[in-house]
Structures are given as C-alpha cells and as structure tokens.
C-alpha cells in the first residue's frame, strides 16, 4: 500500500512516492535545454510533474506505463499542484500493487461475491446449481472475477467494476421477475451471472485494463461460450435444450447485430437480459459521469451513448455516499 | 351483451346472432351465380360464413366493417366451423356493444384503474400529486384511459390494454428504483402513467382500433405534451423545471429518433422509462403471440420486433391462467 | 430409388409413385363438395395434382410435408402436365430415400470428399494436419459433411452443396494465395474447410432444408468454434495462439456484424477467407438462378443479393454441363 | 458601441477596449514566471494577446467567457497582429451591448420584420391572419424574434438570423406556390412564419449562441407546438382541423425522424415546407462558408452537410454586396 | 385510335375492340371445363373478363401483354362492369397506337417542347445556348423527349410524363433563383434540361414502361453524361470547366449515394437541381395518387416514400380541372 | 537526383539537402524572440528542424508545401535526429524531380507494364484486343499510368502504386477465373486494365497526391466511362452489348451505392471485379500498415476499414524482401 497518493499531496510538501507515467513529454528551452513534463497517476487520481534539472539523463530510465518512484517538492501553481522533480527511477511492476494504482469499486469484493453465491444457490433447477457450483470452486476463475473492470470506459471501468454490476443485475432481475408468470428465473439468474465471465479473460487489467489478443480477436461473448461448455460437460445429464438456452443467453445479450451478437434474443429471458443488462450499465454510466463544467447539470459527452446527460438534482449515488 | 359467441358455436346449431364483417368477398360459379364469403368476428374469434341464396339482394345491404346480424346454420367442415347463411342484415353501431367485439384485457378495468391510482397517490412531490389527481378528475380522460388499447398491433392490442400496460409499468419501476439510489421516483412514476396517455386520443377503438386523423399527423407523444400543460397551467407554482423534466420523459420515451422520438432520453429517468416501457411491452408480446404452427415452440414471426421467438416450456402467463 | 420422378411423367401416363406433399389446399365447389389441390414434389421438380372424388376422406390421411404413394392418370393441361388422382396414402419417412426428394449437388461426394481431404493433407502445419485428421476420423460428421446443403436458400441449397462449397473453396484459396507472399496458406486452408462446417448441425435436411434449434439459438458459427476446440483438445501442445487464429477466422468469416459475425475479419488471412467465400457463393448463386422469363438475359430477383443478374451469354456452367 | 473592434486595430497602436474572452491558456517559463495567452473576440473578428507583466494577478481576475477591458500596445507579429496587453479586468455583462460581441444579419431587423407582416396580413383565411396578429401583437416574442439567431452553427448563425430566414422562405414560399395549383398557400406561409419560432426559447444569446436547458430536453419542434396552441386557445372558433394540419407543419419541418421529426410529412404542403426551408438553409450555407484555404474554389468543410462545397466563380451573395 | 374505351363501356353494351392483356389466369371448374379470367386495360382504365366457352382454344392463342381484339357483352356485376367474351384474337403491336394504351400527360407535348425552347433561348451563356440547340436540332432525340414517361412508377409515369416534368421544374427553377443572388442561372436551366435526358434511352414505354438493358446496367446519370459530351464535342471552345460544372449537375442530382449519385451535390446549382427535381416529382405525385379508399383523406399508401399522404381539402390540381 | 535523404542523416553530418516543407510553425521565448519549428520530407521519410537565428527573415521567404535548400548540422537529440538549420530558402518545383519527394512502389513502372500488356494481348477478343491497343499507343495515359498513385490514402498511396496494384488484380483474376466455368475472361480482364484507369486525372500527384477539380466533383468511374467510349469510337463495329458490359464493369466496380457505384454489379464479371479489386486493396494496405508501437501484432488503426489488424508473424511481404 503506498503511504501518500496524488490527492492528498499538499503544498510544499516533500514527496517520496510511487506513480504509474501515464505521459511523458520532452521540452526543449531557446538554450537548447531540454526537461521532462510528464502525468503521473495513481488511484486516487493525478499530479503533474515537471524535470528541469538531468532531465536527459533521468529519462533514460524510464518510459510511459512504467511505475516510478518520485522524489521531489510539490507546489501550488496556477491553482493546480505540481511536483518539481528532484529524482526519478523505475520499479519493478511486481513490488506494487494494482490495488493503488486503478480506481476499483465502492465495495468490497468479497462482499459482493458472497452475496452473489447466496442469490445463486437459491436456485430451484438442480442443473443449474450445479453449474454455479462448478464455477464457484474453480478458484482461478473466481479470483479474477473479483477483480477484473466492468469494461474499458463504457461502464463500471473500474477495479471489480464486473463483480459490482453482476451482482447488481442479479438483484435487478429478481426484483424484475416478480412483476411477470411464466419466465424462467433461475436459467434468467444464470445468464445474468455469466453474460460479461468471458470478461476475465477479454482484458488484462494489471496496471490499466486493456483488451487481449483473445479478447480482441473472438470477445467475450465467444469466448465465455465456451467457458460454461466446459463446466457443463463435467455435470452428468445436463439437459441439451437446458444447454442450449443457456448459451443463447450469451451469445445473444449484446441485444443486436451491430453491437457484436451473432444472434438476436429469441426468448423471453434473452429479450430480458438484454435489456436489464443495458439498463444497469446505462444507470451507473450516467450517474458516474463527470460534469461538463464545474457546476453543470450537464454532464460530458458520453462517446458510446453519443450524447450529455441532464442531472437535475445531483443525488449522489450510493456507491459514492459510502466511502 | 351478445347471447352467442363465434367460438361457442356448435355442429348443426341454429345460429341467430350478432358480428362484425371482417372481410366480404364475392365468388361466381359456371353458371353465373354469385356467392358470399364472409369472415364473421367477435372478441371469441372469427368463423367463417357462407351466402349461397340471393347473394347480391343480400350482399347489397351491408359492406365489410359493419356489424350485422347473422342467421343460418352452423356444418363442421374440415374441421372447422362454417355457417350456411340465410339471413345478414346491417344492423346500427349503436345497437352493440363495442365489448362484444373486440377482445379485452383479462382484467378488470375498475380494479385496474384503483390499484393505479394507489401507486400514484402514494408519491410524495405535492406538485406531481396534484397533477395526478388533476387528471384523475378529468372524467372523460379516465373513461377513455379505461377502455382504450395499447397499440393497434405491436403490443396489448386489446381494449384495455393501455391501462393493463400502464399499471404494470408502475409496478416495474417500482421494483428497479429500490435497486439504485439517486433516482427521482415520483417524477419516474408520473412519467410512467402519462407516457402513453396520449393514445386515448391517437387511436379510435369503437369498433376496430385504427389511427386518428390527429394520432397520425402529430402522434401521442405531442399530443400528451399539450394535456400535460394544459393540466399543469392549473396548478399553482408549478416548477417550470419539474414540468421540464415531465415534458421530457413524455417526447424521449420512445428512445431512439427512428422510432418517432424528437430527443434522445437525456436524464436517468428518461433513459429507465424507455427501457423498462420497452421491456414490458415486448414480454406482454413475446408471451401472447401465437404458434408458428400447432405445438411449435416457435411463435410466429414478429412483424416489428423482425423475428420469431422461441419457447421452451409453454408456461401460461398469468392473465391467461386467471381467467 | 422412385421408378418415376415428377420431371419424366407423360400425358396419359398411368402414375404409381411417392411424392412429398409441398401444399394442400382444400376447394369447395357451389354444391357443396370439396376437393383438394395438391403441388407434389420430388427431386426432380413438382407436379399440381387434383384429387376430386372422396377428397375429404382422402385429405384426412396425410398432411403438408408428409411422403405419400400416388396413383392417378397424369393429363396435359393448359400447357402443363396435372395429375388426376385416383388414391393417395401416407407412408413413413423411413421407407423414402432423401436422395429422390431434395435436389443434390452434380458432383459426387465420395470424389469431392478425396479431392478436399488430399489438399488438406497438403499442409506443413503439423498441428493443422493432426486437425485435419481428427475431424476425418470422425465417422458422423464426415458423413453429414457429404450430405448437407451449403445454405438454405442463398447459395448452394442442395444436398452436398455443403461439400461443393467447401471444396471450391479450398481450390480457389490455393489459387489466390499465390498471388501474395506471407499469407499463411495452411491456416487459410483449415479455416476454409471449418468456416461452415457448424452447418452440419445448424440445419436438418432429412426432406427439406430446415433450421435446427440450435441452428437458429445460436448459429453455425459458434457452434463450428465448439467442435474444433473439442478436437483440438485431443491434440497434445496444440499452440494457443493457432487456436486462436484458427477460430477467428470462424467468428469472423460473414466478414461484417450485420451478417452475424461477432467480430470483423482483423487479419489478412479472415480477410481473404471472407472475401473468397462471399465470391464462392455469389458465382454459385448467380449461375444458378432461374431465369426471370422464359428467353430473357435476366434472372429472376435474388432477395438476399437484392437485385437479378443479367447473363449475357448463357455459357452453362461446369457443373451442368457434365452432367 | 464599442469604439474600437478587433478587425481595425493597427500596427503599433495604443488599444484600449472591451472583448470577449474566448480562450486563455497560461503557459510557463524555464525560470517558472507564468505568462498568459487570451484570444480575444468581438464581432468583427479576434486578436491574440499576451500577458508577459503580473499574469498570475491578473489571470485571477476574469475567466473564459468574460467580458474584459484590455489596454495595451498592438505589434505586427509574424503577419499577424497582436496585442501585448498591459491590464485586462472583467467587466459586467450588462454594460456591455451584445451587438459588439456576436456577428449579425447584413439586414436591418425592424425593416425586414415590416416586410414579414406585410406578407402575412396578404393571407385570405381569417383564422390564420388573426393568429398571425396574435403573435405580432406579442411583444416579448416579437422582441426576440428579432434578436435571434437561425442555429448555433449549421445556416443563419448571427443575431437577426432566424428573422432573415424566416423572410427568406415566406418570399421562396409566394414564389413557388404559383407553379402548382391545389396547395393551400396560407397554411404553408403560416407554417414558414412558425416552423423555427420555438428557437427564440430553444436557445440564448446574449454573448454567444448556446443551447437552453428546454432547449436541450424538448426541442424547437415541441416548444413551439405549444406556443401556437396557446395562440390558438385565444381565437375563438379555430377550426380544430386548421389547427391540426399548421402543427403537423410544426412537428414534420425536419423532414426526417433523424433529424429529430417525431412524424414525417404527409400533406403537399408539409412536404413542401420541409424542402424549401431545407434549401434556403443550404443555399445561405453554402454562400457564406469560408474558403479552405485563401483563394480556392473550394470551401471549408462543412461538418452538418458532410462535404466541401465548390464555387466556380465567387459571385458575393446580395447579403455581402450590399454591406 | 380506338373508338371504344374501357372506361366508357356501358352495362349491357356489345363491345368489340382493341386492349391489352394485363393479366391472364386459369380456372377451372369441378366438372373439370376451364374458363379464363383477364384484366384488359387501355389507357383510359381496366375491364375485367371471362372467357366461359372455348377457354382452352382461345386460350391458346395470346398471352399476357399481348394486344387482343376482345368482342362480347357488358354486364354489371356487383357493381362492377365485367365482359363476357364471345371471341378474342391476338393482333400485331404494329397495328395499334400506343397513345391508346398507356396513360398520357394532360398536356399538348408540342405546346410543352415550344415552351421548354423559350425558356432555354432566353438563357445568356453562349456555349449553354449552342448546346441546348445542339439537343433541339437532334430530332430522335426531341420525338423522344416528346413521348418518354418520367418514372416507371414513382412519379410522372405516363407518357409525356418527362418533358411535363422537365418544363414544370425550368419554370420552378426561374421563380426560385430569383428569390437569391450569386446563383448562375444559365447553368441551372441547362442542369434541369438535361437532367433526366438519358431516360429517352433508359426506358421503353411503346406498350408499358420498362427498363432497357443499358438502363439497369449504366442508368440515365451515366447515360445523360455521355450524351452531353458528344454534343459538347460540336461545340468549338466550349470551356472545359463549364462543361465539368454541366456534368456534376447531372451525376448528383440524386442527391444521395443511396440513390444512386456516386457524387453528392458539391456546388450551390447542384444543391437546388437535387432539391426543386426532387420537389416537383413529390407534389405531382402526391397530387395525383388514388385515396386509400372511396371518400377518404388520405391516399394509398406510396411505396417509394414509404408513406400515405392527407389531403384535407381535394382540390383537384390543375392537370385535372383542365381537361 | 538528391544527393542526401532524411533517412540517411547521421549525427554531426552537415547537411545542404532538398526538402519538401510539410509543416511549419513559430514558437516565441519569453524575450519575445521567435524561432521556427519545421518538418521536412522527402520519400525516404522526414526530419525536424529548427531554426533559432533570424528565424522572422528566413520564415518570409518559403510556406507548407514549398520546396526549399536547407543547410544546417544533424545532432541526435531525444535518440532522434534534428537538424539545427542556418540557412534556408524556397526553390522552384521545376527543379525538384518528383521521384525524390514521393514515395513509389517497389517494382519497376516500365516492367509492370510489359507484364500488363502481356496478359491483355492474351486475350481473344478482337474487340477487346483492338481497345487494349487503343489504350497502349496513347503515350500520355500510358506515361500517366506508369506514375499514378492507387489512391491517396486507402490502398497503394504511392508513385506507380496504381500500375502494382492493376497488374497484381489481373494476375489475381487470371487465377480465379479458372476455378469456375462460365466466365468471360477477356472482359474481365479488360474491366481489372480499366476500372482505376480515370484515376490518371482524378488525381494530380506532382508534390503530393491530391484530388483535381474534375476527380471531386465527377469521380473516376465517370471519367473512365467516357475515356473508354472515346476509344471505343475509334474501333468499327464494336458489339454495343460488348460496350455496354464493359461499361457496366466500371461504373459497379465499388460494389455498394455508398462507395460511389451508381450501379449494383449485375453481371458475374462485375461481382468477381469488384470482389478482387477489393481483396487486392485490402491485402496489400493490411500488409504495408506501419504497428500501432513498436514491437506490436497490432497495427495501427485503419480509418477507412474501421479496425486495427493482427499480424501473427510479421512475414515481410515480396514488395518489401525484395528491396
């Protein structure tokens, strides 16, 4: 755990801290002298920082992405902290922590997680408990999935952000359940906990989530797929029809063509989900935005929904009036 | 009330009753005598009628869409009902009751429309509490509100449709807000009771649902926007940004510019209106939709929704298992 | 093997033959009785039939899509052969061979089959030929191969025309590769013998090309991703990233969203395969269709392609002309 | 009135004026003094300037957006001029006159609203003209009207720019009319005069063209539904179905449901109107874009419209010609 | 000319004369005779028929789209006329007029050709004025321009239907320049002249209007082009960039990609050619499409603009009332 | 010939070189002098230099896009070299070869040619044979041809890349074209010589590649329709079908309306033309794109195919070994 992040640092105050170079841009004065600007970010937000003495040689050292340590001064310039750089020098990925270098979710993953297994091993369809189990007790899975972002910017780009909104779009659907007869709330409740799975392995998130080769290359969709084919085959009599609506349920919640579904939902728990899934994605971008300008009802433009929200009364969200 | 139904027609009944002429098709022999097809509906179903005597003296009183009544006798002929005509005579609208002939909601109106007013009246804004019971007191309105359809063919095709589907969006967005924090409810529910309610004036529903001059050139989104105001402009100190923020769920509720919307959903509530309109309206669809053929698991091929749907266990949805 | 197919019927002829019923459609005639038209098919093409006496007794015995034993007297009528029946009887599907009833390829599939499997074992990839090898070890899929049609209705709609596509394909892939360098041949061969392969399952075609369920849940790509990670998992140290490849080019092979591919084509070998299979299957499909009118240089409308074609010189192509 | 615009500040000149602070960017020394850079606008065009003395004091006094007094000495720079500037302090926007600060029509207001009402009282149908006088006699909105601008930036983007357009259509409306016969001229002058007249509430501009609150959330088309109904409530015995036909004129004018039309047009006069308020638009454009790049054919791109535009020979449209 | 129409055939009425055969179908009878069923139609409507006696024989001897002479006797039939047919013979399209049998404009072609001519000769620009002589001196091509239809179906789809058109849109073109400065006339004029002219070559209307082969495969934007060239190529120092100018107008008057202009209007005169060419086809052909029914506002409903249109007061346009 | 090429540069080395000037820009110290930041190109890459001394004299004698002499000393700075410039001045483009300043394929003009025209004189095809000729013994197409740019930025953006990339399509379409039957060879090879031919003088390409007036506003397909029909003129008795065919190839070879193609392909050739130039561009572009960051599988994003590609083993392509 590092001691001191970017947004506690105070004026005047000597830093010696660890930060991911997030850019690292070259000046050159009229003397032909050069110095470094560079973000450094770490959770809690960023700092910028600037190398006018070695900055040739103290470059060498270190690229953009690499964890640094940093030793200098802060000061208060133009209303904004900056760091004047007295020494700079790359650390191994391994001595630090992911944890204090992306932001993750306001709960606690093994919270969450617990409360995940309870709605699922409330399952009536023993088929089904017995897949959710299968995945329980693969301790690989499990692990990333307490980890790993929601996506890379769309929604829940955060830390454990997947966990948070499967957990939430769990409850989602059995509040939603309740209101209709006729749908089949546990192979629901099952789709709702793996749709985004694949996710674990769609990106790396070790020091900033980025997309894998795999993940680029076949997506979660496919990939996760697969994943449930797996744990299946190991459950004796699984029922083929049980089987194949369950995939459906996957390959089709991205609820059309153009977003990367190979298939249109075709029931009423695939139409369900789709539309679940968007909604809780939908409700925690929108409320997660930052402002278009300080004091704006309006938030940013938000690129995949092609549009700025309107925020009447700013009420903070749960997750935010937790911490 | 109709003392006889199409559907409770029996082999070699005597039939004296009441219909509506769906289709009325002329045939002529080898020998040059004209003949009658008639398709014959009420809200049981439709069968099909005969007129081989004086066909044209007969034929020349009365046009599809009127309603007439029908004497003959009923054949079973392969294997469906067929009735030999030997009377058919216009009869006037006013005479019938147009809950004869158009199939209805399972449940009952009154009840509906109390359990509604329940909901809305448990909201806490005064200012949308008054708006409500402003269009409570509006006698007409609520008549209308009691017997019109849902659509014409898209979803809750059937008189009462629009207060079935109203009601049960209420109960959703019930159920979805206590899964998230920050969202406005009372202003959430009024959007959900008025989305719609431009549609008691979009469609006639006399005797066949179909669209108003006015529903087809200005469309129920408009048209609620201007009974909003109208019901607003009585109101004391209405917030202006309140009846904003109302306006708004009103004209984005279809979501998306291709479906007839003049804005995007631009609030959080306007983006869960959409959504969860969206989703009741396809489940109530998805549900009721016929076979592609008998025992098919299949349903027919939805016109607007561009697809057929699958149904893996044909579990009754409530509204038929009650009735 | 049917001793008389639908094509070869004479005037006057004395009929005795099976036929899959296409329609059944039931007339009635002014005094009251009724008789059925019947459009009969086999492989060869169809014939109207009209069963006029004990039509309705007749008429219970079989329905649309059952295999019947006809005998009538064949007439020429209005310029068209029509068949007048004289007794008509359901017999089980079982006692048809499926050769007499769907259209097949022109090409034999013991030959195509030996044809595709000396070019796939023309690869160096050691890893691709033990693929190659474990899917022509397997007795079921290889002999569903030989049968299933390429498409339902857009390209290669008949027997083998599975196993036709595929093997020009291959041949046309050969050819092309030549023209660049680093392209890798081997992964574009095996990708062009597994891009349909899922189609195996995807349809049933016992008497007429039909969806599966699964076909239709969850498409023959995903399905096709299935069964070849299934065979590589029999194949020690299979490299991941080969899989990996191997399965993009399934995912991706409809080469856009709109198509069903859950991903673009985003390597030049997923390029080519989609560019080729998409050229395979058009020149097929345009060579093939019927004309728009007897004479005219135009086709009848393609509605997948959404145009006709106009064939200037109607030089037949190689698969009709050896016959 | 400003006594000295930007466009007429020459070499060497002591300046000492009010601006629009359209940008301002501090920038940093190799010593650390912080400087600023302001870009500087009023109607006639901008200046750059730079604050090299007390920068950090002064910065603090003004913000992007404010009105500033600036004195200092202007030097021609690189071909360009700029101002070294000595104090700048924000004053209040009410001291200033929005007419120095946003660009406006060539075209005296007051005249061409005269030349709008002349038009209007022309019509025939005493509805429409007392509708017309409805509006005239509204100060407020006649007041604004002939403030407002014709968009934020696609066509007419200057104060009086909706009035010019406005009466630019209604003249294109009288012209074209007498080609056909059977169209109902007084309808589609009053739905010229109205189709934009929600933008005087759709946007503000007071010191530059921004988008209101409802302007954002309900739209022009939507805003002005109301406006007219309200007119309407006024006049007694408006025929409801006059009223109907001007506010499809309303609701349709964008022509298409991507362009935010809730209905498409469906009389000859809706079509009509959407077309030639398409062109006047276009035409206005497309005149008055900038050059790509000094002395081309070819204009700047044009974001809205998706393509330069080429004039062949630069004839100045009568707007310029005149000034 | 014939001397009897369709449209003023009375009931009981012998006929003997000339039409074309729209439709031709079999029946047959239970006793097995067969009988005919035709839609005979000349220009000024449609007749049904029925060929009782000798249906075969006679049937044999013409088929669809043939010329008939058709003798028999009228008969009102459910309020219909219908002919009974003692006798029908194929004729030669050589010995009929096709002013009989396709619609035509309610315009004198040679009164419209005169003022088409004016209106060019009154143009300034030399070069447009040598070339539109160019096009006046080629008779084949004036006769042409004289008789072509302007659509298949879409608008003007009568004979004559392109030179009403083409003179409808110069005079629009001459009140809507007016209306702006900056515009060059001259070239417009040419640019609405020339517009469609490769229709003359792209369809063949002697007894319907059909494409030719050069016109599905080139189109009249292509085929105009080449036309204007080879009469430019008379022309001495025609400038090249006025003919280029010429050109544009032709290959983007369709206004979109999707409508086949592989350019978009890129100059001013483009901009309106597109939109008053686009206009005029919509107002005549809203103008003059049947109602959706006997008495009812609104119209059919219009395939190409994908809609149905109100008309709420029919006054008939001025193409009707004159003749 | 220049004597020294920007990739050549070494640290230290003085350098008096030609340069094409692709940007330029003034930077100010805090003392108010400027100085000027330039990049300078040639078709072996690009440098950066600065000049710091009379930086306001030397940048009034040159702009962007000028050709200037540049004396200076290369240092390495920041591990990439920059030219510290003591003198530079505008040179006449007349004395500039282009060959120095653009980049140009890999394979020689004048032997690309003599392959290309042994391919075409293959053909049987007298007509065809005659208007290859036609085309060969036009020295100012075939010159032109030999330096075209394949476009100025997709595919082939390089001197002669036009020539590569119709050569390698007719050695692609030789191959193809023997995979099936049916096929007319020699028209589709006529249409691969001829579908970019009107890229001559859509393009200038003198400096840099760039369209021309006539390129934006009728585009190649156009053009080529019309340089082919003057060819055709000169050729007695060529087929008019013949003609229209080959016509018919160039103006669909886009495949798409929204490409540009006023028409659909319609004829098998013009399906495989468009299919295979397709191919070709994309092989060649996906191989030739520079990584997205060193040491990448990834390329750099692809703005005209909307993705990034994956290059599993970075196999050079011939174009590149060869060098």
Same mark, same amino acid.
């Given at each position: ?101 992306? &932001? ?8 969450? @997680?617990?409360? #995940?297994?309870? !709605? +699922? /091993?409330?399952?009536? *369809? ?30 829940? &780009? ?8 499967? @957990?939430?779009? #769990?409850?989602? !659907? +059995? /509040?939603?359940?309740? *209101? ?40 979660? @969709? ?17 029922p083929p029809e049980l089987a194949l609506l369950l995939k459906h349920l996957l390959v089709s919640h991205h609820g059309a063509y153009e977003f990367g579904s190979p298939k249109l939902p075709q029931t009423v728990e695939a ?53």
């Open positions: 755990m590092k001691s001191l992040f970017a947004a506690d640092i105070q004026d005047n105050q000597l830093v010696d801290s660890m930060f991911l170079v997030a850019t690292k841009t070259h000046g050159v004065t009229k003397t032909g002298n050069s110095y470094l600007t560079l973000k450094l970010i770490d959770k809690s937000g960023e700092i910028e920082a600037r190398v006018w003495e070695r900055a040739e040689d103290l470059g060498r050292g270190f690229d953009k992405n690499d964890f640094v340590r940093v030793r200098g001064q802060a000061t208060l310039y133009q209303g904004r902290m900056q760091l004047r750089v007295q020494d700079v020098m790359r650390i191994d990925g391994s001595r630090v922590s992911p944890d204090d270098f992306l &932001p993750k979710s306001a709960f606690e993953p093994a919270i969450m @997680l617990e409360e #995940l297994q309870t !709605i +699922l /091993r409330g399952m009536k *369809n023993p088929f089904l408990l017995a897949l959710a189990e299968g995945f329980f007790a693969d301790d690989e899975l499990i692990d990333l999935l307490s980890q790993a972002p929601g996506a890379k910017t769309i929604h829940h &780009p955060y830390l454990s952000g997947l966990l948070e909104h499967t @957990l939430s779009l #769990l409850k989602l !659907i +059995l /509040r939603v359940v309740d *209101n209709y007869s006729g749908i089949d709330t546990d192979l629901l409740l099952m789709g709702g906990f793996l749709h985004d799975i694949g996710k674990v392995y769609e990106f790396t998130f070790d020091r900033a989530v980025d997309y894998t080769d795999a993940g680029q290359l076949l997506g979660h @969709l496919v990939m996760e797929v697969e994943m449930v084919t797996k744990k299946i085959d190991a459950i004796p009599e699984f139409v369900i989900l789709h539309s679940l899934d968007d909604l809780d994605g939908k409700i925690q971008a929108i409320q997660n935005m930052p402002e278009k300008a300080p004091g704006s009802k309006w938030t940013a433009f938000h690129r995949a929904y092609g549009r700025s929200f309107f925020r009447a009364t700013r009420t903070k969200p749960e997750s935010e009036t937790e911490s």
